[in-house]
């Protein structure tokens, strides 16, 4: 049987340009979710609204280099550009993201134009959100094996996650999913084949792709205890 490796949950820093809608959906979520977060906004009513859900809530231009460099914005691994409106704002700000060399920046898209011109100049990962896609985006940059999230209820979820080494030749049997963890596996992605329904001998190899479902905190638990 594989290993079962008890992983601390890590903290990790991320910063969030840009407070409306989206921007303050990230920034909430990845606060709540125990991380630290830089909220900063230019708007100084914003930055007080976002205070209390951020490590650091700060008012500063995102377009000016000489501002974001003297906040240590290189330090984070990553940011969130979710400007709204400013579509030149967004692009100044990405622009000057990478070439202060912040590994994964992520930015929102007005339109296809805008994604063109942020995919040109190098944003790592260009997103369309709605409203309620910010906790959804925030799962997903937070964790390398969680490929993607969907919000059922404000308790229940199903994501989709890549197995490791630590469960490979694992089954349901000896996992013990709804006893130990109250989540249901739903299906079992290998390639192209996807396996529906797995019988409880079916074995998880390394790299297959799981779908589960069940109460959010069930599911990082079994997120960071067995995988």
């Known amino acids: 049987m594989a290993k079962r490796h008890r992983k601390q949950k ?9 407070l ?8 909430r979520e990845l606060h709540s979710m125990g991380h630290e977060v830089m909220a900063i906004d230019m708007n100084r009513e914003k930055v007080e609204e976002y205070r209390p859900f951020s490590t650091h809530a700060m008012q500063a231009d995102s377009t000016d280099e000489r501002s974001l460099h003297s906040i240590g914005i290189r330090n984070f691994e990553h940011v969130v550009v ?3 409106d400013n579509i030149q704002a967004s692009i100044l700000t990405t622009l000057v993201l990478k070439d202060e ?14 994604q063109k011109v942020l995919d040109k100049i190098g944003a790592d990962v260009v997103v369309h959100p709605e409203f309620d896609m ?4 925030a799962h997903n940059i937070v964790s390398d094996k969680v490929i993607d999230f969907i919000d059922l ?5 199903m994501i989709e996650l890549r197995a490791t080494s630590a469960v490979d ?6 996992l ?12 079992i992605k290998d390639g192209q084949h996807m396996n529906v329904s797995p019988g409880p001998d079916e074995p998880i190899r390394e790299g297959n792709i799981l779908l589960v479902i069940g109460h959010n905190n069930d599911l990082e638990r079994f997120e960071e205890k067995v995988l």
């Open 10 to 18: 890590q903290k990790r820093q991320f910063a969030v340009i840009g």
């Open 20 to 27: 409306g809608r989206f921007g303050g959906s990230v920034c």
């Open 82 to 84: 979710a400007i709204g």
């Open 101 to 114: 060399g912040v590994p994964h920046v992520w930015a929102k898209a007005q339109n296809h134009y805008h």
């Open 134 to 137: 910010g906790k959804r985006i």
């Open 153 to 157: 209820s404000d308790d229940y979820s």
């Open 169 to 174: 030749g694992e089954t349901l049997n000896t």
């Open 176 to 187: 013990h999913l709804r006893a130990d963890y109250g989540i249901t596996l739903i299906a």
